[in-house]
């Protein structure tokens, strides 16, 4: 099938590469003409695992292809994918200035049928709003061409985003339209085969449904994160608790990791704006403003166990403090909504000093901490070096932030010869606390006993 997919940010790339790969031929556009310019050139503009080598490979065979010109794409495709990024209002509503303007510029080129498929995540009643766009445009121009705009949310996680597409748990398809989705069905047969994932509804509720599942998910988290702030109270384990819990089938065991709160792209902005949809109607989400405010303040949670540590905030001028990890999580460069941000805030405010170690986010974490504290004061106060034990050299305590798999195993009593104060903060509970205790040093995990 000749497929355009818009927009080649995690979800337009992945998705563009994987189609290609299966043997259609797609066409990425994107109006940013340097990003363009570098995936021509083999360069892919973000970290995500096997990426690199199913775009080299399915562009050298002619499968995928990159451009910014909407006359081609439009002309290329039976079927366009809409991936365009919808980032937060000032309010928390999504922003649908790229959706609505990709739309339009569909509609002022179409020459044939063609289904238009919503892969952003927007809020429901979006795909009527392209729909109208479409054919706004269209009767500008006196054409009468039909066309369909069908929802397919994505459901990919960064870090695992190719086995996430090419092995879906499920596919959903919102269309009002049986043609378009006897065609998405055909589309999607290769990554369903054997299994029935693809499950058909109406548009609106497509829409929802991918809302509702990183609500869910999201409060999940914030859930445990409660649990695990009153286990500590009660001198309970959150990582037995999570063990009993997740046996039992009706709850299941993913997603009930404490933590330092939930970041990235996705929940942050995906609660905000569905809280954001409900309260235009007049209708309050208690449930998800709680999973919200859970989150806020969770993201301090390894600060204010600092402050007590040291004995007060005031104690913090002066230390050094290591940090394992900066991105919102492991496998990805991406620092969007990051605990690791909110941490560092705090930690410069109390005029403590940060020496920093991940395996790939440290320049573009560098690139927004000089951009909101300026280069001069990033330079006084924050140290990113290129191993996880510069970072603790010359350090008072050791901070985990995120549980990159290169962290899960460190020399603990390495660690107890080098941290001036003898203490690991475990913001992701991936160590035994007894072998960080047996090694001499201090344990503070989320939610647990040392
Ligand atoms: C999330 C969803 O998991 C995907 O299904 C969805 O497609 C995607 O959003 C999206 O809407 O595009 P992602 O944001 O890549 O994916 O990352 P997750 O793996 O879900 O992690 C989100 C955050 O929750 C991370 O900060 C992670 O550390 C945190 N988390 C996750 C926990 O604190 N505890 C857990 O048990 C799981």
Known sequence: ???????????????????????????????????????NKGIIPIH???????????????????STSYDDAVEHAEVIFLAVGTPPDEDGSADLTHILSAARSIGQRIARPVVVVDKSTVPVGTADKVRAAIAGELAKRGADIEFAVVSNPEFLKEGAAIGDFMRPDRIVVGSDDPAATKLMRQLYAPFSRNHEKLVEMDVRSAELTKYAANSMLATRISFMNELANLAELLGADIESVRLGMGLDPRIGSQFLYAGMGYGGSCFPKDVKALIKTASGLDQQLHILTATEAVNEAQKNVLFNKLVRYFGGAGQLAGKTIALWGLSFKPNTDDMRESPSLVLIRSLFEAGAKVRAYDPVASKEALRILEAEHG???????????????????????????????EFRAP?????AGILRHKAIFDGRNIYDPEAVTEAGLRYEGIGRTS
């Open 48 to 66: 995500e695992p096997g990426l690199d080598g199913l775009v080299t490979s399915n562009a050298a065979a002619g499968r995928l292809l990159f």
């Open 375 to 405: 280069a001069e004061r990033c330079a006084q106060s924050l140290t990113m070096v290129g191993q996880g034990m510069d970072a603790v050299a010359d350090a008072d305590v050791l901070v985990l932030v995120t549980e990159w798999k």
């Open 411 to 415: 020399d603990f009593a390495a660690l």
């Open 1 to 39: 099938m000749k497929i355009t997919i818009i927009g080649t940010g995690y979800v337009g790339l992945v998705s563009g590469a994987c189609f290609a790969d299966v043997g259609n031929t797609v066409l990425c556009l994107d109006v940013h003409a340097g990003k363009i310019e570098m995936l």
